[in-house]
């Protein structure tokens, strides 16, 4: 299988902050990487697919990027409805990964 | 709209059975591979299982193979996961999530809790 690591596990940050999440793959996965947001108590989001993709409806301020083994999202201007965890999910063959997750608090 | 409502979920010994359903409503049922993945309380999401257009094709992360099936009923839009042998650490929200060609995840249910536990 395929593992995911995410880091940092935690990110402390402002309103109105850049935020950059790493998610490194452990073998080559192209471009088949998603993104979630999932706030408590509520079913995980889908943010970005096939690593740079923006789902319909999520805000242009997040962003992603990368190919082969190194991912990234950004968050360009940090919002207050943007405290949440996100988390990477590689999906390159029929059996699935996540990163652990970043946690993204109030600073 | 686009529905996933899981149900099933609740308290079971260790060593016991559980069967969960998701119920799918608002879009064709039978044009979407399907999906499980549940999160330990206070823990990261993990994919279980998914299953494609027929359900003849399965596949299950590690340690629940042997243990979980993944079925779905196309003429009544459900998802099923069969649960035996249940463990402490299989307690976790199950989630059912519809699968867009590729892999990833586009809509997901509310979840339903099991418990593992004497």
């Known amino acids: ?14 309103v109105g902050d850049r935020v950059t999440i ?21 079913a995980p989001k889908l943010l ?4 740079s993709s923006l789902e319909s409806g999520v805000p242009s ?3 992603g990027s990368g190919s082969g083994t190194e991912f990234t999202l950004t968050i360009s201007s940090l919002q207050p409805d943007d405290f949440a965890t996100y988390y990477c999910q590689q999906y390159n063959s029929y059996s699935w990964t996540f990163g ?6 109030i600073k | 709209e686009v529905q996933l409502v899981e149900s099933g979920g609740g308290l079971v010994q260790p060593g ?7 119920a799918a409503s608002g879009f064709t049922f039978t044009k979407y591979w399907l999906s499980w993945v549940r999160q330990a309380p206070g823990k990261g999401l993990e994919w ?15 340690s629940v193979k042997g243990r979980f099936i993944v079925s779905r009923d196309n003429a009544e839009n459900s998802l099923y996961l069969q649960m035996n042998s249940l463990r402490a650490d299989d307690t976790a ?13 586009d809509y997901w249910g509310q979840g339903t809790l099991v418990t593992v536990s004497s």
């Open chain 1, 1 to 14: 299988d395929t593992q995911m690591t995410q880091s940092p596990s935690t990110l402390s940050a402002s």
């Open chain 1, 22 to 42: 790493t998610c490194r793959a452990g073998q080559t996965i192209g471009t088949r990487l998603a993104w979630y947001q999932q706030k408590p108590g509520k």
């Open chain 1, 48 to 51: 970005i697919y096939k690593a």
């Open chain 1, 61 to 63: 301020r997040f962003s």
């Open chain 1, 100 to 105: 652990q997750g970043t946690k993204v608090d």
């Open chain 2, 16 to 22: 016991g059975p559980l069967t969960l359903s998701c």
């Open chain 2, 48 to 62: 279980v299982a998914n299953i494609n257009l027929g359900g003849t094709e399965k596949n299950y992360v590690d």
């Open chain 2, 93 to 105: 929200i199950y989630y059912c999530a519809r699968v867009l060609p590729d892999g990833f995840m």
